[in-house]
């Protein structure tokens, strides 16, 4: 599986690595998991930088279901981590998912877990 997860429900924490060729099915998939195991407002993690996405063009329709979310229960925040070849498409991300969590792009994991130890519960 491209994406891979855990949840820690102790930490309220939600890390996600996403390896090779990912589409709008694999973001799905984690995102129903998220939602089966009530982690909806918990931070996330979410690490593409060895990713490949093949949802570019899918990329309103993805941040438009995770806002949908938002009508089911509070959101936690979310981190992205991401290569700098794929900043423009994580902020890109970002930008479209607004609403009632916070949400940053990073480079480095431990800046990201730092940010995201941060938030409020």
């Known amino acids: 599986m491209p994406v891979t997860f855990t949840i820690d429900h102790e930490r309220r924490l939600v890390q996600a690595r996403a390896e090779g060729e990912i589409g709008v099915k694999d973001i799905e ?5 998220i939602v089966v195991e009530n982690a909806l407002p918990y931070r996330k993690l979410f690490d593409g930088r060895k990713a490949i996405a093949k949802y570019t063009d ?3 329709l993805v941040a ?5 979310y938002s009508n089911i229960e509070r959101r936690g925040p979310l981190a992205l981590v991401t290569a700098p070849d794929q900043r423009e498409l994580a902020d890109r991300f970002v930008e479209l998912r607004k609403g ?3 949400a940053r792009v990073f480079l480095e994991e431990d800046e990201a877990l730092r940010w995201l130890e941060g938030q409020p519960d």
């Open 64 to 68: 438009a279901r995770i806002r949908l």
């Open 100 to 102: 009632d969590s916070p």
């Open 58 to 60: 899918d990329l309103q």
């Open 29 to 33: 998939a984690l995102l129903d998991a």
